[in-house]
């Protein structure tokens, strides 16, 4: 069964820093590209930051352009996002997800509809 686990979410405060990490199970990760997703309640999930399946290609949002780092250690099955600065409006619910294989080398961040696989979430507060 594929399957991707978030982690390293929690509290920290405005202008902190935190790694989330997405592992995967039942899959080779090298082989897709990634996508890190957020949602803040009663809004529409968006896209944050993606990584092609070499890491040749990223992408991040105008929203955390500077301040978030996507990377991904293939060796270890994993992708990792950094943020450093964070705002308030950072809190949401942050997900990673997987395109398919055939995409592999592309980045996006504009649909949620084109990921295949998604992992349960990590909760992330930004409060003083």
């Known amino acids: 069964q594929l399957q991707l686990v978030e982690s390293g979410g929690g509290l920290v405060q405005p202008g902190g820093s935190l790694r989330l990490s997405c592992a995967a199970s039942?899959?080779?990760?090298?082989?897709?590209?990634i996508g890190w997703f957020r949602q803040a309640p009663g809004k529409e999930r968006e896209g944050s930051s993606c990584i092609s399946s070499s890491g040749g290609s990223t992408n991040y949002a105008d929203s955390v352009k500077g301040r978030f780092t996507i990377s991904r250690d293939n060796a270890r099955n994993s992708v990792y996002l950094q943020m450093h600065s964070l705002k308030p409006e950072d809190t949401p619910v942050y997900y990673c997800?997987?395109?398919?294989?055939?995409?592999?080398?592309?980045?996006?961040?504009?649909?949620?509809?084109?990921?295949?696989?998604w992992g349960q979430g990590t909760q992330v507060t930004v409060s003083s």
């Open positions: 997800a997987a395109l398919p294989f055939q995409l592999r080398r592309v980045c996006l961040i504009s649909s949620t509809t084109r990921y295949d696989y």
């Open positions: 039942g899959f080779t990760l090298a082989y897709y590209a």
